[in-house]
């Protein structure tokens, strides 16, 4: 079960929306695992879902990963802070994130490589394009990309990284031998901007940045 939260967090790390579009996207999770270990949590993980809004220099993402977490995350370009907010098993945290343009420029650095290929199919209307990802390390990750919506997503790691023209539609991430897909159910034009607080809730309790990377989902 640490492994499993290893890997969850390591999908939350927050994001920037620097772009002209706005909407709000929502995915479907499916889980698979060859590790015995990571297989005994598979059916805590059924109904994960994942929604995705973005508005010029803000973001958030709302992550619900069945009965066992729910994970939210804004950004904010401008004032170059953030806020996430986990929920396990009913103990609320918050950690306010500072200079997400520091880790922007980190990301940048160590962006993986990119190759646009010319196979291309529709997701929820938007025509994607199948692109492909290779790390320092060799690993792949293939990603269809709607190039019409320009949400930058730079930090947002399971996105590809900074050098992604478009939003991915459908993509795949493997962490600690949980392999997660991801495919877009929904896309809606309209986003409210109050979604984009950065107020800690009275009911959540504040930990630090470092007491995140401690528990494997810093930045």
Request: hydrophobic residues 40%.
């Amino acid at each position: 079960m640490k492994h499993l939260l290893l890997s969850i967090l390591f999908l939350a790390v927050v994001g920037t929306s620097i772009a002209q579009t706005t909407g709000q996207i929502s995915y479907s999770l499916d889980f698979s695992s060859d590790n015995p270990d990571m297989a005994m949590a598979l059916p805590m993980m059924q109904g994960s879902t994942m929604e995705l809004y973005f508005i010029p220099n803000k973001s958030k993402i709302d992550m619900t990963m069945g009965t066992f977490m729910k994970m939210n995350t804004v950004a904010d370009v401008k004032a170059d802070k953030g806020l996430m907010l986990m929920e396990i098993m009913g103990n609320k945290t918050a950690t306010e994130l500072t200079s997400l343009s520091k880790a922007k420029k980190e990301e940048t650095a160590d962006a993986p490589k990119v190759e646009v290929t010319s196979e291309t199919k529709e997701i929820v209307g938007y025509k994607c394009t199948k692109t492909i990802t290779r790390d320092a390390d060799g690993n792949e990750m293939i990603m269809w990309v709607a190039t019409d919506l320009k949400a930058s997503l730079a930090g947002q790691q399971q996105f590809g990284g900074a050098n992604i023209n478009g939003v991915p539609l459908e993509f795949t991430t493997v962490n600690n031998g949980m392999t997660i897909h991801f495919i877009a159910t929904k896309f809606t034009k309209k986003v409210d901007k109050k979604i984009f607080s950065l107020k800690v809730p009275e009911e959540y309790t504040v930990v630090t940045e470092e007491d995140l990377k401690n528990m494997g989902g810093g930045m």
